[in-house]
């Protein structure tokens, strides 16, 4: 079967199977019409709908604003049916690629929340030692485990952390 055995003139309705000798022209309000139907018409004019329009020949080679309405439609669906799958991929990358990311910050987050739980458990321990040392008035032997540091600054940032502050704070 002829890949354009639809096209026919909107107005007389002859197929170029049937008439070879005559033209066919796509008008641009959408209709098809034959070189006879175009010649009875006033010029610049569909002769089927009677808008005023534009007319390209249907001939080879067709311009790419014609092509495209004359090619199997397979072959269109099959050309989106591959920029869907490429654009799939890629969307999948970069989300494979960002999940990632999140793991790995995820990992220093816990390795720096597990340091400050350590810290937390060690002043603990200091804390209730100097706790018994004024209870008692005995101070307890020198021991390096308990001298008091000066906490280091630990900042752990997390998404809700960071909307918090914006919200108190909307000009950060």
């Known amino acids: 079967s002829n890949i354009m055995d639809w096209v026919h003139c909107n107005t007389c309705y002859i197929t170029p199977l049937i008439s070879s000798?005559?033209?066919?022209?796509?008008?641009?309000?959408?209709?098809?019409?034959?070189?006879?139907?175009?010649?009875?018409?006033?010029?610049?004019?569909?002769?089927?709908?009677?808008?005023?329009?534009?007319?390209?020949?249907?001939?080879?080679?067709?311009?790419?604003?014609?092509?495209?309405?004359?090619?199997?439609?397979?072959?269109?669906?099959?050309?989106?049916?591959?920029?869907?799958?490429?654009?799939?991929?890629?969307?999948?990358?970069?989300?494979?690629?960002?999940?990632?990311?999140?793991?790995?910050?995820?990992?220093?987050i816990e390795e720096k929340f597990q340091a400050v739980l350590q810290e937390n458990q060690r002043l603990k321990a200091v804390l209730s030692q100097l706790q018994n040392d004024q209870c008692t008035g005995i101070p307890s032997s020198h021991n390096d485990d308990m001298v008091v540091q000066t906490p280091r600054e630990i900042t752990i940032q997390t998404p809700l952390t960071l909307g918090l502050r914006n919200c108190m704070n909307p000009r950060m």
């Open 21 to 108: 000798d005559k033209c066919f022209f796509l008008t641009s309000c959408g209709h098809i019409i034959c070189s006879l139907c175009k010649k009875r018409e006033q010029k610049g004019r569909c002769c089927t709908c009677r808008k005023t329009c534009n007319f390209v020949e249907l001939k080879k080679p067709l311009p790419p604003q014609v092509d495209i309405w004359m090619n199997d439609p397979i072959n269109s669906i099959i050309k989106i049916k591959n920029v869907v799958k490429f654009q799939d991929l890629n969307r999948k990358k970069m989300l494979s690629g960002a999940l990632k990311k999140a793991e790995v910050r995820l990992i220093r």
